[in-house]
């Protein structure tokens, strides 16, 4: 049985094409009757702090050097290295946000991403992601659609900062573009109809 922590980002509630995107990737991972947990994690009704001229010390301290100040000033950081720790999938909706992820989302990573937690240093001082072996799907919604060989600038920054910073080498991407053409019509089932298919978890 595996836990799932479900991110939502988009700040546009029942509106959001990647709150759907992402609620509905969940929904078909719950009927493959293998989830023992769901964790949501909503970015706009619990912000995450940004860092700021005290927090951001704390950030390139290494663990061993923590003490009292350092437990309440990374609480939330803290509290989102457990909840990625245990969950075994990931799921995160984001809109394209000016070309890249939404601000509490950005946010959220800065929370996460910390040397000697989320990863550590070898010998040769190449980064080694300490949480292998887990699990990302990406809901990403777009006004716009990529063009062929256009830059991917949501998907792949988040493959490099999961890969780089956590280890994760396994996500993947489901994509709603196009959301701000006249007569736009939501058409999921379309864009999850392989989702079985690639994703058996029994």
Known sequence: MKNILHIISSARGDLSYS????????????????????????????????AD????????????????????LLSYANAT?????????????TPMFNLGVSTPLKAWLDQLIRAGVTYVFDEQW???????SKKVYLAIASGGRN?????DYISDYLKDVFRSYTGITDVETYRIEGTMESGF????????KDFYAVNDLS
């Open 126 to 132: 190449n980064r080694v992601g300490q949480f292998k």
């Open 147 to 151: 063009t062929e060989g256009a830059p």
């Open 19 to 50: 709150n759907r995107l992402s609620s509905l990737i969940l929904e078909k991972l719950l009927q493959q009757h293998t989830i023992n947990k769901v964790v949501v994690r909503n970015l706009i009704k619990d912000v995450p702090p940004y």
């Open 53 to 72: 001229e005290v927090s951001i010390h704390e950030f390139y301290k290494h663990p061993a050097l923590y003490d009292e100040q350092s437990k309440k």
């Open 81 to 93: 290295v457990d909840e990625v720790r245990q969950a075994d999938i990931i799921v995160i909706g």
């Open 185 to 192: 019509i939501a058409d999921y089932e379309s864009i999850l």
